[in-house]
Each structure stands twice: as structure tokens, then as C-alpha cells.
């Protein structure tokens, strides 16, 4: 069965890439929304084995069909989990190289994949305060990071207004130089494509558009110029198992409106 854009929605479509990015075997650090639900969906299709973590303390959790938290500190992640820890104890895993990939969204995020969560404008006089770091800054110093978003000029920006999760910095060696010698920035993946980061200058990079999307369209949504690959690849639709599968987990679509 074809599956056409009118099928799912852009959220749908988030959750369903981030999914296929997650591989058996791995551990990861998942955040709430759409980070948590791509993360159970990769479980439920291809990778039983992901070990997921949150930041409230649980290691290996599996969220029941339904009944998805709003947050990774409520009781309802602790259902069949591995164990329960501190969230000291939880992020000292990140510190010993436990955690294969970091994963998050964000409300700004910039050309050198520097990621903002705690406030728009000014910072001495902000027009808009976010909820902040949580484990955010420690997760992208410390892991591969993938970073779920919606696509939006005001979204993606030149520099962000405040560095909550460092991503390259400045680029180039920016971040090795200033002591975040592991992890980096992965992938970002949003409602029109997949993006990477370039090895030497470490700009973020358009690697994959989404069925329906242009590369003129991305940049027309994006506020800083994108690298381009010499060989953008287009990504396959949603299946219809994988959005059955998605649908079951968010019924009420909690995450996916």
C-alpha cells in the first residue's frame, strides 16, 4: 500500500525517521515528546533490544501502548524498566561511556548543532523562558546526539540565544578545544529532512529529504545557509506498520497532533 504526505501528520513523520535512526543493542538517553515515542517505536519495530534511560533515574524501560508519559520523571516509565536510580546515579552512566546516543529536541538549535532550551531574546531580559537544561547539557557533552525539531526559520538560527546542550560550538574543533573530547551531533531530523554535520567545518549539512520536499524548500525554512550533499538521497514514506505501530503507542496523540 502507498502511503502519500496526507497520510500522517509532520509529528508522525518525526517520530517514524528518529525511529529508523535508533539500532538494536544500543543505549539510549531519550527525552520527553518525541524522543521518548521515537525511542518505544524503535523497540516495538527493529530493535528490542534498545535499552532506553531517562533522566528521572530508569534504565530500560518499556511504555506500555496507550498510556505514554508526559514526563520522563513520571511513574508510568518505571513499568517493566531494568531498575530505578538517582538522577545523579543515572547521568554518572553518560560519564563512563555507558550511553551510545544522546536524543532531544529543542526550541532553537544553530549551524554548529548548539542546541537552546532555556530562553528566547536577551538573556537579561528574555521575551520567553523555557524550561532549561535538565540533563540536556550533560547528555550532548558526553553523547552521539540526535535531535528531533520542527522545521522553522525562527527555529533554526544563525546562533542560538543561549547554548543549553552544546553541540560543535564554533565548529571546526571549537568543541574538542573546549574539553567535550566525545560525542557531538549526529543527526537532526525534521518535517523536511535528515541533517548531518560536515567532518571539518562541522556546519550542519542537508543529507536526506523527505518525499515531497525540495532542498530549496529547506533552505527557504532555515535561517543560516545549508551545506547541501552532492548526493541527497529522498527517504521512504511511513509504512503502514510502522504508523499502526506509532498510532497504538499515542492513540490520544499526545505527541503526534
Known amino acids: 500500500m502507498t502511503i502519500s504526505t496526507a497520510d500522517y501528520t509532520a509529528s508522525e513523520l518525526l517520530a517514524v525517521m528518529s525511529a529508523r535512526l535508533l539500532r538494536d543493542g544500543q543505549v539510549v ?3 520527553v515528546g518525541i524522543p521518548l515515542l521515537a525511542a518505544t517505536l524503535a523497540q516495538g519495530l527493529h530493535a528490542p533490544g534498545l535499552t532506553i534511560l531517562f533522566e528521572g533515574g530508569v534504565i530500560g524501560a518499556f511504555i506500555e501502548p496507550g ?12 513499568r517493566r524498566a531494568n ?10 552512566l553518560l560519564q563512563r561511556g555507558y550511553v551510545d546516543v544522546g536524543f532531544m529536541g529543542g526550541a532553537q538549535i544553530d549551524q554548529c548543532g548548539n542546541l537552546n532550551s532555556s530562553l528566547i531574546g536577551d538573556r537579561e531580559r528574555p521575551t520567553t523562558r523555557l524550561p ?8 550532548a557533552s558526553l553523547t552521539q546526539m540526535i535531535v528531533a525539531m520542527k ?14 546542550s552544546p553541540g560543535f560550538l564554533c565548529g571546526e574543533e571549537s568543541r574538542r578545544e573546549a574539553g567535550l573530547t566525545a560525542g557531538g551531533m549526529y543527526r537532526v531530523v525534521t ?3 535528515i541533517f548531518g554535520f560536515d567532518e571539518h567545518s562541522k556546519r ?7 518525499p515531497g520536499t525540495t532542498a530549496d524548500q529547506v533552505q527557504a525554512n532555515t535561517g543560516f545557509e545549508l551545506l547541501v550533499a552532492a548526493d541527497l538521497e529522498i527517504t521512504d514514506s511511513p509504512t ?11 492513540p490520544d496523540q499526545l505527541y503526534t497532533a
Open 29 to 31: 538517553f531519550a527525552g
Open 67 to 78: 498510556k505514554l508519559p508526559p514526563s520522563t520523571n513520571e511513574q508510568r516509565c518505571t
Open 83 to 92: 531498575m530505578v536510580l538517582s538522577s545523579t546515579d543515572v547521568l554518572l
Open 132 to 139: 532549561g537544561t535538565g540533563g540536556g547539557n550533560d547528555i
Open 151 to 164: 522545521h522553522e526559520k525562527r527555529r533554526f538560527v544563525s546562533r542560538v540565544d543561549f547554548v543549553t
Open 191 to 193: 518535517d523536511l529532512g
Open 204 to 210: 550542519m549539512q542537508l543529507l536526506v529529504l523527505h
Open 240 to 250: 503502514e506498520r510502522e504508523l499502526t505501530v506509532l498510532r497504538r503507542l499515542d
